[in-house]
């Protein structure tokens, strides 16, 4: 994706938490999207964070934002392996526009 | 009823057969799209429609046409396609605007050029 970076894979061990980074250049997004996708589906909406919070949290995620250095991450507290998948942040300008995904690997 | 539906689930068609891609929501969404999507990269944006009216074409080629007949519905008729036109093709709604709107997915139709 044009101008959003993610590290291309993590693995973790089931249990564990993940962090996926992301960093977007678009000072004027407001807000930012984390996507998740599963094998052979399409995207589901995970969370998504409003450019004035620094934290948004629901259940086992966990969203941080660093306006000022343009870094988004995603944390997963304890990891299952039902949360492998390929996870893609995205900004919103006049089109969503994606990070180039994080393949999240989960190990038993 | 958060679903975006789409038909079918996968199409293998010929290069010189003419097909569709469908999409629906019920949501009330007046923004729809398609994203082609190749393995192991994001989805690139083809086409925007807002209000039923093409606002945004991504400079797709002329052999893929969408149509949005109402506001619930939205098609990609497909002719003449190339086998490099294989990929995932993803079809998403949300509410018009900039502002937040959050952009729901349908779970894709995988389309084989042979």
């Known amino acids: 994706g044009e101008d959003v970076e993610q590290s291309l894979f993590l693995s973790v061990r089931e249990g564990d938490s993940s962090v996926i980074n992301c960093t977007y250049t678009?000072?004027?997004?407001?807000?930012l999207y984390w996507y998740k996708q599963e094998p052979g589906a399409g995207l589901q909406l995970l969370t998504y964070i409003f450019s004035n919070m620094d934290m948004k949290q629901d259940q086992r995620l966990t969203v941080l934002l660093n306006k000022k250095d343009k870094h988004l991450s995603l944390r997963i507290a304890d990891t299952q392996t039902g949360d492998s998948a390929i996870y893609f942040c995205?900004?919103?300008?006049?089109?969503?526009?994606f990070g180039a995904g994080t393949i999240l690997r989960v190990k038993s | 009823d958060t679903e975006v539906t789409q038909t079918p689930k996968h199409l293998v068609m010929g290069m010189t057969n003419k097909k569709s891609l469908k999409c629906e929501q019920h949501?009330?969404?007046?923004?729809m799209y398609w994203y082609k999507q190749k393995a192991k990269k994001p989805p690139e944006l083809m086409f925007v429609y807002s209000y039923e009216k093409l606002s945004i074409n991504e400079s797709v080629p002329s052999r893929f046409s969408p149509e949005c007949p109402n506001s619930s519905l939205l098609n990609l008729h497909l002719h003449a396609l190339q086998p490099e036109d294989s990929a995932l093709y993803l079809c998403?709604?949300?509410?018009?605007?900039?502002?937040?709107?959050?952009?729901?997915f349908g779970q894709g139709t995988r389309l084989t050029v042979v």
């Open positions: 678009d000072s004027s997004s407001t807000y």
């Open positions: 995205a900004e919103r300008r006049n089109k969503l526009v």
């Open positions: 998403a709604s949300s509410q018009v605007g900039v502002e937040n709107t959050e952009a729901f």
């Open positions: 949501m009330g969404h007046r923004a």
